[in-house]
């Protein structure tokens, strides 16, 4: 297409840049933001090819713009941001403007842009920031518009001066004449300038004569800064034509100042012109004069009798102030060897101008403060740059007496001469470094007014402990300072903070300082610019504050913050200012912390730059960089007391330690120096900043664990230890970094892959674990929020906010708050759902650190039925583990499970179902299973009658979609621990209060999904923990089979009948997985009566089966005869057909002892079809092998009789093979239960001595001391202690059954306690009383 149709591909662009822009497109985000750039260099690159159409679209487009009528502030804002970016692309479209452009497109450009772009010029509004940025951008494109079209421009300048000419109005329009102050000029344009008002300057009226003279001036400095080479080879090379069209029009102007105001007016001009005519400076410089020149002469006296007080006017005192400025300006780009005169020159008058300019007593001002400050620093500048020696005027400036103004001039002129240095003979900012420390001093004195001013108070030093003897003594906040003053304080703060940017030497120097001082100087400057970052109400300041710093945080610059020891400095100073940073983050009280983020990124690569230049320094002086793994001893001497590393956060309560030493009290603080403590709390930032609702932060976030990951590879480099000493978590932290390098999908399968990663973190550190806290802490408080909506938005009558605000309207959580929620901002659910995922994926790390269980308890089940339903296998006790904030989390879920809200119930009730079900860290199934079989269980009474509600049912229909989505959902991990737990009771409970719903529709799906739970939990059979299988299974055959209804099923309703047959579908499915390998038990009986029970259940299943198959059979032909929905349910019934014979095949299977004299009858049955049926069940029985072995009555007994005599079968040697096995893969808490079957088996086969001797044997073995034998948790002491228990118990009862019948018995021993704890004990006494009674023989 760009080949064939360039006009309609240009166009294209054009037009998508058009809908971009804010104006039409609405409030930017970092998307669009993005994308209006693309777009932007997109046309600039097209215009360097297609010039004439891409300027024609975007002059089109502006004049649209600017013809738009615009309501409200937000329009106005966007209006001027669309205008900034048109007018910014015309710059740079016309800064690469094609040399071979037509002339006719020089006459497009002048018709049609430069009309639009005078628009902005001519109606500049004073005081109008917008205008004033409008007014700047639009000379900007008129400078790029005159480089290459300069003879237009000039065309337009020069008939504007005719019509002029013989304009007779004394207020005619003067615009066109001021855009010689923005136009591009060199040598040879001025000169043609110069010529062209000469030649009409008599004729034009006042007014025009002084716009004139003021443009020109403006014109000569375009050329001076933009061509400077040119303006100093005048002084090398004198161009007579130059200094004849100077010459005249200075006799001109010098003639048209008739009067002290006119004078006024043109001095800055005529000093200008004077400037251009270096050989008739040096002609009035000699005694005696020409005549021609006397003029100039005399305008040089005059100048100098106005600066110094004698001429009579304050006016022409200012106006000579301004034109020796200019001299002193123009000067500094002429080389001293060129032209020694004027150097004299201006030496005669620079004394005079320092004094007037800066006198603290009687300060300058023209009642115009900008032009004042300008002057000012054109003037500090042009004196430094001429003597920079002569630093008089510095001190004047640096004083803290001196005037606000003084200090704003002082620290711009420094900025300029950093930033500007385009001549070789300009001196540079070396020559200041020995001013570092009374900048320093104005810097930490302005920044605590400006914080001041602004209300907030003044943050704590981070660095207590470090000597700064330039401490401000000067600062007595008493009175807070006016608004006036605080603004003025907040532009001087801006200021100092881009000369630190500019020159971050120039504040670091400190020359002939000691290391401790001037550690303790560069960690205030760093202090200082750290509590910038997050002032919300300076912006600009605080961008330039993160600039700033990382500026310091360059290479060369950590160099400077203390030569003698720049790693320990570096770790000191740099982890303080990450631990605060992040401490801010976490808390979310920045604004834009996603940009605050992405510089923090950029913060870490320079940190890493860092340790890898350092890395093979000794490690004598890098001891910070080891100080993860090094104990607090051997880091004492640099790490932080208590006190100190509480001063980090601001405003934190400090705590005194135990210790006086510094080494105790890192001690007593588990020996974390603030290196550490920093890279906790970076980890807790870029952890909490993945449950973002920002696409874009999570991304950053992810890809920051890039850079921890290169820091631990730099540490264990050097350190030569393993790179999980240092980032525990590494492997997970790198999968984090390269997801951001290629996820480009939607939030919701962004924050999917987040969850996913976060189940694989294996290690619990101080990072993960407070992150989860202050996660749930955050993640309690939108809940209430949420839950009080619209209450607490109704009671707060304030418009709320986003939990987590973007650039433009969420970017600070508002949960750190106690504001109100607005359920009508989507992000503000959105994080809240992603809250909710994170600590559930998180959970299970933070569990395994807190969990001081060992893995997994058994209880057996022992007594009545009524009483072992309660019997399981747990992680540890739901009592043990109410008060963990996991444990109150989980809680939580499951009351949510159920809620009710208007108007987010729903979108919660789902959420939390598919987050527990697919996000829950597997690690927390255990506890999960518990709770839900301990609320489950609350909805029976005390007789075991279900307690039928709404709410109950809601909850337990929940809980079976969790179940099933958490069974199907083979997480990795998940098999480890779903057996940690046992789910039976919890199971039967569920289908014993569903049996009772009834069956309407409801109550039919939900039979349906319990079913389909039943049949994943059998294929997750082998994960699963169950303490009574078989009696289990049994039981859920029992209830399940009682809802396949077959044709009972009378409903007239046929959406309800096929209900009912996905009930029955979804049954008999369920049921064939419990009967596989199943033997039935029936509850009661024994001997031939048990025999004859499971003949009797085996009956009762077989019937059900074999008349479902008939009823299937029935319906079958009635289908086959009718059509439509008929035939759809006929396909039902086949796959029924198909599970009911596969249901009768396991049935057979695992009880053909007690099943095949009642199936195999059927064999002969005079019905064909249950012929056919009954060799289809044999055919799949015979396919599976069936032992026909097991027809034996006495099957049960011989079974136990082989499992018992494999447990204890002994080797020729003595040893126990499968005990030994058992002993090795049992975890430690069945150990008890363990001991308890193998003493009774062993001393049932009188092999008790051959078990003690292998169990003793190996303890002795592996025992590291004879101290510690038989002393540990080991399954021989459990063994050991079991039998004690049980053979030495008559021995015990005869031991101390005198002893207690006396206590208990005897008068005197009535009223005396034997309490052992003494700090328990009523009274002193009884401690005696017991030790008398122990005494006793």
Same mark, same amino acid.
């Given at each position: ?5 360039? %006009? ?160 007779? @109005? ?39 004569? #002084? ?21 100093? /080879? ?44 270096? @050989? ?35 006016? #022409? ?382 991304? %950053? ?107 433009? /309207? ?315 929905? /008929? ?169 101390? @059954? ?30 005696? @009383? ?8």
């Amino acid at each position: 297409m760009a080949a064939h149709k360039p %006009v309609e591909w240009v166009q294209a662009v054009v037009n998508r840049f058009d809908e971009q822009l804010p104006i039409k497109a609405g409030q930017q985000n970092t998307h669009t933001k993005v994308s209006t750039e693309h777009n932007k260099e997109c046309l600039i690159n097209i215009s360097k090819y297609k010039f004439s159409l891409v300027i024609s679209g975007l002059t089109n487009i502006l004049k649209n713009v600017n013809n738009m009528r615009i309501f409200g502030e937000t329009a106005e804002k966007n209006l001027y941001l669309s205008q900034l970016i048109i007018l910014d692309t015309l710059e740079k479209c016309l800064a690469g403007q094609p040399k071979d452009t037509m002339r006719l497109d020089e006459t497009m450009l002048v018709k049609q842009l430069l009309p639009e772009i005078c628009h902005f010029i001519h109606t500049y509004r004073e005081g109008n920031q917008h205008a004033a940025e409008l007014r700047n951008s639009a000379s900007g494109v008129l400078f790029s518009l005159s480089c290459n079209n300069f003879n237009a421009v000039f065309s337009r300048i020069s008939t504007r001066l005719q019509e002029l000419t013989v304009c007779s @109005e004394d207020n005619a329009d003067v615009h066109d004449i001021e855009l010689l102050q923005y136009i591009s000029v060199d040598c040879s344009k001025l000169k043609r300038l110069l010529q062209e008002t000469v030649f009409k300057f008599k004729a034009l009226k006042k007014v025009a004569q #002084l716009a004139v003279i003021n443009s020109l001036e403006k014109a000569f400095w375009n050329w001076v800064e933009n061509y400077p080479d040119e303006f100093t /080879k005048l002084y090398q090379t004198p161009q007579t034509d130059m200094a004849d069209c100077a010459e005249k029009l200075f006799d001109l102007v010098d003639g048209f100042a008739e009067s002290t105001k006119r004078k006024a007016a043109v001095w800055p001009l005529q000093i200008i012109l004077l400037v251009l005519c270096p @050989e008739i400076i040096q002609d009035i410089a000699k005694d005696v004069v020409e005549e021609t020149k006397m003029n100039k002469k005399l305008f040089l006296d005059n100048l100098r009798k106005a600066l110094a007080g004698h001429g009579g006017s304050r006016q #022409l005192t200012e106006s000579a102030a301004i034109a020796c400025v200019k001299l002193c300006k123009a000067s500094t780009y002429i080389n001293w060897e060129d032209n020694s005169v004027i150097f004299l020159l201006v030496q005669s008058m620079v004394v005079d101008l320092k004094n007037l300019l800066f006198n603290p007593s009687k300060p300058f001002s023209r009642g115009n403060q900008n032009a004042d400050v300008d002057l000012m620093i054109d003037c500090l500048v042009s004196c430094f740059r001429i003597n920079p020696h002569n630093n008089q005027h510095f001190k004047i400036c640096l004083a803290q007496n001196s005037p606000s103004t003084f200090h704003y001039v002082l620290v711009n002129s420094l900025h300029r001469i950093i930033t500007n240095s385009a001549l070789d003979w300009w001196p540079r900012i070396d020559a200041v470094y020995c001013h570092a420390m009374e900048l320093r001093s104005m810097f930490s004195e302005t920044l605590h007014k400006a914080i001041q001013g602004c209300g907030a108070h003044p943050a704590i030093r981070m660095t207590p402990s470090l000597t700064f003897k330039e401490k401000m003594t000067s600062l007595k906040f008493k009175e807070k300072p006016t608004d006036l003053e605080t603004r003025s304080y907040k532009f001087l703060l801006l200021s100092l903070v881009k000369l630190i940017h500019a020159d971050p030497k120039l504040l670091l120097c400190n020359p002939r300082k000691q290391g401790p001082e001037t550690q303790g100087s560069t960690a205030e400057l760093i202090t200082g610019l750290v509590q910038l970052v997050p002032q919300s109400s300076m912006p600009d300041i605080a961008q330039e504050a993160m600039e700033a710093l990382l500026v310091l945080h360059q290479l060369d610059s950590i160099d400077l913050w203390n030569p003698d020891a720049p790693i320990e400095t570096f770790w000191e100073i740099s982890s303080q200012m990450l631990f605060y940073i992040c401490k801010k983050l976490t808390s979310h009280q920045m604004l834009s912390s996603t940009e605050i983020l992405k510089w923090l990124r950029e913060i870490l690569i320079c940190r890493n730059k860092f340790l890898l230049k350092n890395k093979q320094s000794d490690r004598s002086s890098c001891h910070f960089l080891f100080l993860y793994d090094v104990s607090g001893g051997g880091t004492s001497q640099i790490s932080l007391d208590h006190e100190e590393m509480m001063r980090c956060a601001p405003g934190a309560t400090l705590r005194k330690g135990k210790g006086n030493s510094s080494m105790e009290s890192t001690a007593a603080c588990s020996g974390t120096p603030i290196c550490r403590q920093a890279q906790t709390k970076l980890e807790v930032a870029l952890y909490m900043f993945l449950w973002s609702p920002d696409i874009e932060a999570v991304l %950053v976030a992810m890809s920051c664990f890039r850079h921890l990951c290169e820091e631990a590879d730099i540490r264990c480099g050097v350190d030569e230890v393993s790179v999980h000493n240092f980032l525990p978590n590494y492997n997970t932290f790198m999968e984090f970094a390269s997801v951001s390098n290629m996820m480009s999908t939607g939030r919701a399968a962004l924050q999917k892959r987040v969850m996913a990663l976060l189940r694989r973190i294996e290690h619990p550190t101080a990072g993960n674990t407070e992150a989860w806290e202050d996660t749930h802490a955050k993640w309690e408080q939108a809940t209430k929020l949420i839950l009080n909506y619209p209450k607490t938005k109704m009671e707060d009558g304030q418009v709320a906010e986003s939990l987590h605000k973007t650039i433009v /309207k969420r970017r600070m959580s508002h949960v750190s708050g106690g504001g109100s929620i607005d359920l009508s901002d989507t992000d503000s659910l959105q994080e809240w759902i992603n809250m909710t995922g994170f600590l559930c994926a998180l959970g299970g790390v933070c569990l395994q650190h807190r969990s001081t269980a060992g893995l997994a308890t058994y209880s057996p089940p022992m007594g009545p039925v009524s009483e072992r339903k309660g019997s399981m296998i747990s992680m540890v006790s739901t009592e043990g583990n109410a008060e963990t904030p996991v444990s109150k989390f989980i809680d939580r879920l499951l009351t949510l499970m159920v809620c009710n809200h208007e108007k987010v119930g729903l979108q919660i009730r789902t959420n939390i179902k598919d987050l527990v079900g697919l996000e829950l860290s597997p690690a927390l199934y255990p506890m999960l299973f518990n709770k839900l079989k301990n609320t489950i269980s609350k909805f029976f009474d005390s007789q075991g009658q279900v307690l039928l509600t709404e709410t109950n049912t809601q909850f337990v229909e929940q809980t079976i979609a969790i179940m099933k989505n958490l069974l199907d959902n083979h997480t990795e991990g998940s098999s480890e621990h779903l057996g940690q737990a046992s789910i039976e009771t919890m199971m039967l409970n569920l289908v014993r209060y569903v049996r009772v719903l009834g069956n309407l529709v409801h109550a039919i799906q939900i039979k349906t999904k319990l079913c389909q739970l039943v049949e994943v939990m059998m294929e997750r059979r082998d994960d699963l923990s169950f303490c009574q299988e078989m009696k289990f299974r049994n039981k859920m055959v029992e209830y399940l089979t009682d809802w396949v209804m077959g044709t009972s099923n009378q409903a007239t309703d046929e959406d309800v009948k096929c209900l009912t047959r996905d009930l029955d579908q979804a049954s008999m499915e369920a049921v064939v997985s419990l009967l596989a390998g199943l033997p039935l038990q029936p509850e009661e009986g024994d001997g031939v009566e048990l025999m004859e029970a499971k003949s009797q259940l085996f009956l009762k299943y077989f019937t059900l089966f074999m008349n479902l198959l008939n009823d299937c059979s029935e319906v079958e032909d009635e289908s086959a005869q009718t059509g439509g929905r /008929k035939r759809g349910m006929s396909r039902r019934l086949a796959s029924l057909r198909h599970c009911t014979v596969l249901a009768m095949s396991n049935l057979l299977n695992a009880n053909v002892d007690s099943g095949l004299m009642h199936s195999i009858g059927l064999g002969y049955h005079k019905d064909l079809q249950t012929r056919a049926t009954f060799m289809e069940v044999l055919t799949k029985i015979l396919q599976q092998g069936t032992e026909f072995d097991t027809l034996a009555e006495t099957v049960l007994a011989d079974r136990f009789e082989r499992l018992v005599e494999l447990v204890t079968m002994m080797g020729d040697q003595g040893e126990l093979p499968i005990a030994m096995a058992l002993a090795n893969v049992v975890p430690c808490s069945q150990w008890d239960e363990l001991a308890r079957v193998l003493v009774t088996l062993f001393d049932s086969r009188h092999l008790l001595y051959q078990l003690l001797w292998n169990m003793f044997s190996k303890e002795v073995e592996l025992a590291d001391s004879m101290q510690t034998l038989f002393r540990g948790n080991s399954l021989a002491s459990k063994i050991m202690t079991f039998c004690f228990k049980v053979y030495g118990a008559t021995y015990l009862q005869k031991l101390l @059954e005198p002893l207690l019948r006396t206590v208990i018995t005897s008068s005197e021993w009535q009223h005396v306690s034997f309490e052992v704890d003494p700090t328990r004990e009523d009274c002193p006494a009884q401690q005696d @009383e017991f030790c008398c009674m122990s005494s006793k023989p």
